[in-house]
């Protein structure tokens, strides 16, 4: 069958219903083809909105990409300044771009060092989208796993000091409860793209029994049909937790 007309291989039925994307790769797109870094994340950002047509065409209940990490502050300024005004931009035309869609946006990470007009725009955004059901768009901007796990420590210590809860009522669900991810049920499928094979600090608590799908695939050349081979190679495996079959 010609790769075009390629179909989908993989059963609607059976849906991850929580997609999970490390969307790496931009700059080493951009490099092997002599341009700058910030042209690969222009081309990412398109790479984004295909991905997330389809997801929400298939059905994917949450999905979750990471834009950002709490490390990515060390890259050099103007890559920063760059990568902000794409997220500044991206915010802006989300509003447009899914007011024909049911689709909920929510940004999980600091609001710590982000200007002043994208933590409006954040909330701009998910206010305006608040009631929509069909599909979860959830990005992690200036997101850290282990920092989020540690304001989540926090609040706990808080609501026992002021005997909110009692220390033997903390269990993983409760403690769960406090991360930014909150009532977001665990990712099904990890995507990571560019080949690297780590977690560089994304949802590090939440993707306990996550499968994991890398690809060397750069983000930027990251098209439907390698969304659907996840799927499918997914579909394939055998989740246990910890049980047997
Ligand atoms: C992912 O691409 C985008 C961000 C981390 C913001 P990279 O910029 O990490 O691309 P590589 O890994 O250098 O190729
Ligand atoms: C992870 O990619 C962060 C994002 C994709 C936003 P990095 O490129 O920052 O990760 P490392 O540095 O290779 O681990
Ligand atoms: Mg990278």
């Known amino acids: 069958m010609a790769a075009s007309k390629k179909k989908r291989t993989f059963d609607l039925n059976k849906i991850p219903a929580h ?7 931009n700059g080493r797109w951009a490099e092997k083809r002599g341009l700058s870094r910030s042209v690969g994340h222009r081309e ?3 790479a984004v909105r ?19 990490s709490s490390e990515n502050w060390s890259r ?5 300044d760059e990568l902000m005004r794409l997220y500044l931009e991206y915010l802006k035309n989300a509003e447009n771009e899914t007011s024909d869609k049911d689709v909920r946006v929510r940004i999980i990470g600091s ?11 954040i909330q701009k955004v998910e206010q305006r989208t608040i009631d929509k059901k069909r599909m979860n768009l959830i990005i992690a901007l200036n997101y850290g796993g282990r920092q989020d796990i540690v304001q989540a420590v926090k609040k706990i210590v808080d609501d026992v000091e ?11 669900n409760v403690f769960g409860r406090k991360l930014l991810t909150e009532e977001i049920p665990d990712p ?11 977690l560089s600090n994304f949802l590090i608590w939440q993707c306990a029994y996550t499968e994991f799908y890398f690809t060397p695939v750069l983000w930027p050349d990251f098209k439907k049909k390698h969304f659907h081979d996840a799927i499918l190679e997914y579909q ?7 049980g047997v079959k």
């Not at 997609?19 to 790769?25: E, N, Q, V």
């Not at 295909?50 to 950002?68: P, R």
């Not at 099904?188 to 780590?198: A, C, K, Y």
């Not at 394939?236 to 937790?241: A, G, K």
Request: hydrophobic content about 40%; cysteine-free.
């Open 19 to 25: 997609i999970a994307i490390i969307m790496d790769g």
């Open 44 to 46: 990412g950002a398109k």
């Open 50 to 68: 295909e991905i997330v047509e389809e997801a929400y065409d298939i059905g994917v209940k949450y999905l979750t990409v990471f834009a950002f």
């Open 76 to 80: 050099p300024k103007e890559e920063v």
């Open 111 to 121: 609001r710590q060092g982000l200007s002043e007009e994208i933590v409006q725009q």
């Open 162 to 172: 002021n005997g909110v809860i009692e220390k033997n009522m903390i269990t993983d």
């Open 188 to 198: 099904d499928l990890l995507i990571r793209t560019s080949g690297e094979m780590r």
């Open 236 to 242: 394939n495996r055998s989740r246990r937790f910890g």
